[in-house]
T-cell receptor, first 114, second 112 residues
């Protein structure tokens, strides 16, 4: 299994508060991704990173920002959480140094915004 | 825009049956297609990756095929077991979007 951890695993927060989710990898791989999973929508890409300080938007990036200051860590921030951001968030890495390699997923973070 | 569809949304079969899960996609300009398994409350586990130049991949009791021209992939599970019960997701990596696009999955239940 790819060495991917996510923290926290569960979080309940209130509307309007900032939230940061952390993804940590031990594989030293270049590409990292944040997805959200919602019933009826499947998994959708929020942001991804192709190197330290190199990030780009996915299909549902509004309301989210990311940062990658180290190869091993990719942070997802909800600047002001809304109820529509209640979801399960997954981090993933590409198995090699190419974006076309198999993606490996972390265990997920369940976020509830009240 | 790439759209990935999986039919059926749910499937229930008795143990021992051979079964086929279907995945269709609208844009054939893909790098690869991947099949994943997701257990309830868990992350995704990669099962098979088929490159666009390949026709099929096999791993144990699993065999995945790819027909780019028709925009279809199938995941064949031989001699199903209760431990195979999970949601199976397919995803394509398109040239145009350069991002992995997922289907909404097929929820499989294998009963003893």
């Amino acid at each position: 299994d790819a060495g991917i951890t996510q923290s926290p695993r569960h979080k309940v927060t209130e509307t309007g508060t900032p939230v940061t989710l952390r993804c940590h990898q031990t594989e030293n791989h270049r590409y990292m991704y944040w997805y959200r999973q919602d019933p009826g929508h499947g998994l959708r890409l929020i942001h991804y990173s192709y190197g330290v300080k190199d990030t780009d938007k996915g299909e549902v990036s509004d309301g989210y920002s990311v940062s990658r200051s180290k190869t091993e860590d990719f942070l997802l921030t909800l600047e002001s959480a809304t109820s529509s951001q209640t979801s399960v968030y997954f981090c993933a890495i590409s198995g090699g140094d190419s974006r076309t390699d198999t993606q490996y997923f972390g265990p997920g973070t369940r976020l509830t915004v009240l | 825009k790439q759209e990935v569809t999986q039919i059926p949304a749910a499937l229930s079969v008795p143990e021992g049956e051979n079964l086929v899960l279907n995945c269709s996609f609208t844009d054939s300009a893909i790098y690869n297609l991947q099949w994943f398994r997701q257990d309830p409350g868990k992350g995704l586990t990669s099962l098979l990756l088929i490159q666009s130049s390949q026709r099929e991949q096999t791993s144990g009791r699993l065999n995945a095929s790819l027909d780019k021209s028709s925009g279809r992939s199938t995941l064949y599970i031989a001699a199903s077991q209760p431990g195979d019960s999970a949601t199976y997701l397919c995803a394509t990596l398109s040239y145009n979007t350069d991002k992995l696009i997922f289907g909404t999955g097929t929820r499989l239940q294998v009963f003893p």
